[in-house]
């Protein structure tokens, strides 16, 4: 069955560094997002992507977010000066479409956990 | 704008018994509505949907739910706890339209006791 992958799984990093998360959809999916789950929270939409561009951003997406499908397989995530409170696991997630009428499948990465210190 | 309200942060069961896990949506329009189960450190994994077709939906591992639109629930059964039942389980509902995001429930932390 085909999967959405992420890496790395962890990520420890200090506080002002910068990080990219990865992950690589499912191959006929064109619809990508990031979700994020602090310690303890539910999980929250961060960013939608389609066509090579946001299609869609939650208020968490400042301008220290940024996203990018660089070679047509990859999706990224990169945090431009990480704080404290952007430790989460933060999930990839891909689907095949959208629309009310017709579910399209929504399938998840196994998350990549960033912790900064 | 459409919302999830899972109305129990923890349940606790005994291994062999019945679990239900509440879950209540607000929604303009019908809605489409899932289950998603996270194991200790795992990802996120589908366990039922809910897309306008039959009210009584069944998924993975014996699990199901019944969507009741005059009461807005779509609450999470299954007849008998199994001690790998123990998980964090999520109410979830899609938006539809241009983005299709989800929106996640709280969380209901299930406790599967031997």
């Known amino acids: 069955e085909p999967e959405v992958t992420q890496t790395p799984s962890h990520q420890v990093t200090q506080m002002g560094q910068e990080v990219i998360l990865r992950c690589v959809p499912i191959s006929n999916h064109l619809y990508f997002y990031w979700y994020r789950q602090i310690l303890g929270q539910k999980v929250e939409f961060l960013v939608s992507f389609y066509n090579n561009e946001i299609s869609e951003k939650s208020e968490i997406f400042d301008d220290q977010f940024s996203v990018e499908r660089p070679d047509g397989s990859n999706f990224t995530l990169k945090i431009r000066s990480t704080k404290l409170e952007d430790s989460a696991m933060y999930f990839c997630?891909?689907?095949?479409?959208?629309?009310?009428?017709?579910?399209?499948?929504?399938?998840f990465g196994s998350g990549t956990r960033l912790t900064v210190v | 704008a459409q919302s999830v309200t899972q109305l129990d942060s923890h349940v606790s069961v005994s291994e062999g018994t019945p679990v239900l896990l509440r879950c209540n949506y607000s929604?303009?329009?019908?809605?489409?509505l899932f289950w998603y189960v996270q194991h200790p450190n795992k990802g996120l994994q589908l366990l039922l949907k809910y897309t306008s077709a039959a009210t009584l939906v069944k998924g993975i591992n014996g699990f199901e739910a019944e969507f009741k639109k005059s009461e807005t629930s779509f609450h999470l059964t299954k007849p008998s706890a199994h001690m790998s039942d123990a998980a964090e389980y999520f109410c979830v509902v899609i938006t539809g339209g241009a983005t299709n995001k989800l929106i996640f429930g709280t969380g209901t932390l299930l406790a599967v006791q031997p």
């Open positions: 997630a891909s689907s095949e479409g959208t629309g009310r009428s017709q579910y399209y499948g929504y399938t």
């Open positions: 929604s303009s329009y019908s809605p489409s």
